[in-house]
């Protein structure tokens, strides 16, 4: 019926409208969502944590980025980012596997490679990534795609499936 439709039609502008899970905070700079978590953990547990949580550790490409995550984590002295060195690589990559365009490292270098060092925080104070071994604990924020960008493509092939089984390709 049309009030059925109109009903569906509803909620779905509603799930537009909320980008974000509870809890989480989206970025229009990136178009995702965030969330801090104040547990301290090591890199890899948050990493799994983030991953639970269909997203990565928060990966940084801009200065506008770089200071909404010092926003986001204010309260805490230093947190793990998604920057690290993965297997044999020789450089610094992302969790997400997004590129490795932005650097805030300290001094506004990177750091020469300490074998027991591979993974990234940031300095909350002052915005400033370190190297730090993978194993220490720090709080962390995750980072996924916002609810729009899923719900909008969720929609596509729900459509798209209906179409298809009315036209009789499947």
Known sequence: SSFSSL???KLFTVSLCAKCDPGWRYSPHSRKCYKFFSKSVTWTEAEFHCLIQKGHHISVHSSKENKFVKEIARGASEVWIGSAKFGSMSNYEWSDKTSFNFKGWKNGKIPVTKLIQPCTKMNVTNGEWFQSCCRKVAPYICQKD???AN????HFLRHKFKKQINTGIL
Request: charged share 10%.
């Open 151 to 154: 719900q909008i493509y969720k």
């Open 7 to 9: 009903i569906v039609s």
């Open 146 to 148: 916002s609810q729009q």
